[in-house]
């Protein structure tokens, strides 16, 4: 009951089902490319846990990608099954983390060259705020290591990031993210933290943003 009151007066669950997007995240990404131009047409872009699909949602319009003329591409992965998102190319029910997933998300991307990673995905809450944090600060670096892995890794990476490309990566404040920030400055030139509007005040949710390869 809460949940329902909250978002009975939440200025953007209002928003959301006014632009008809599945969810109120859709304003945290746009609020970020507004600030940063993170998307633009013709872009490749892969969305890590993208269920509901908001961000998918977004990314669509944000690149231009109904259009018959459009040269991006927007490959969406999530453990959840996510209904079809014209425009968007969508694995469901598949872990990020698995060797499976992994495989078949390189031949999704064939060879493409992607332009920016999303990553908006969270571990279902245990109670425990550190443990939590711990374990979103692992997947958020999981992600990273698909397109960078550490140098004591004999895989490559499972794509290239192009020379201009971008990480958005959600995570739960905590006493790892600074050090996690120092790890991502050794790949990114630039890694800023932002805290959306649209987060609400009262959560530890706020957003890596990685942009310029160091190599």
Not at 25 to 35: G, H, P, Q, T, Y
Not at 102 to 131: E, F, W
Not at 178 to 191: A, C, G, T
């Amino acid at each position: 009951m809460k949940y329902l009151r909250r978002q009975a007066t939440d200025e953007f669950a209002a928003k959301a089902r006014e632009h008809s997007y599945r969810a109120r995240s859709a304003f945290k990404l746009i609020e970020i490319d507004d600030r940063f131009e993170v998307l633009k047409p013709g872009m490749t872009v892969l969305d890590v846990g993208c269920a509901p699909g908001s961000w998918c949602q977004v990314v669509v319009e944000r690149c231009g990608l109904k259009a018959k003329t459009s040269t991006g591409y927007l490959l969406g992965v999530d453990l959840q099954v996510v209904p079809p998102i014209p425009g968007a190319d969508i694995i469901s029910m598949s872990d990020i983390t698995a060797k499976e997933t992994q495989k078949l998300i390189s031949q999704k991307l064939n060879g493409r060259i992607v332009d920016v990673v999303l990553s908006d995905m969270a571990p279902n809450p245990s109670g425990d705020p550190a443990t939590d944090h711990l374990r979103l600060t692992n997947l958020c670096r999981a992600v990273f290591h698909l397109f960078a892995p550490p140098l004591e890794s004999s895989d490559p990476p499972l794509f290239r990031l192009s020379p201009d490309g971008k990480y958005v990566c959600k995570m739960w404040d905590g006493a790892e993210r600074k050090s996690f920030m120092v790890e991502l400055l050794k790949y990114f030139r630039q890694v800023r933290t932002v805290k959306p509007k649209s987060s609400r005040d009262a959560s530890a949710e706020l957003y890596l943003l990685c942009t310029g390869r160091n190599k």
